[in-house]
């Protein structure tokens, strides 16, 4: 079993920063990729942005210059800096790991940008 967990979501007025954290625990050895997803009230799933054991990144067009993924290895945790914030970046932000042939989701934090 791996447990994924979320932190770091809140309230943010558009322009701020939120960094979110998605810590792996459980069995497992090394973190494998890891991707960040977001939902908003009415849409699918979006790809946000990824992170390869290499540290190889990948971003949607729409984050591409104001987020920022990284890891920490010893730490098993994956980080997602989010800067310059805006109103269509509201949603639940989810991270997810396929590890030992299982797809795992943490159970997502809200990240909410509003005047």
């Known amino acids: 079993q791996v447990q994924l967990v979320e932190s770091g979501g809140g309230l943010v007025q558009p322009g701020g920063s939120l960094r979110l954290s998605c810590a792996a625990s459980g069995t497992i050895i090394q973190i494998a990729r890891v991707t960040w997803y977001r939902q908003a009230p009415g849409n699918e799933r979006e790809f946000v942005a990824s992170i390869n054991r290499a540290r190889t990144t990948n971003y949607a067009d729409s984050v591409e210059g104001r987020f920022a993924i990284s890891r920490d290895d010893p730490k098993m945790t994956v980080y997602l800096q989010m800067d310059n914030l805006q109103i269509e970046d509201t949603g639940v932000y989810l991270c997810?790991?396929?590890?030992?042939?299982?797809?795992?989701w943490g159970q997502g934090t809200q990240v909410t940008v509003s005047t």
């Open positions: 997810y790991m396929e590890y030992g042939g299982v797809d795992w």
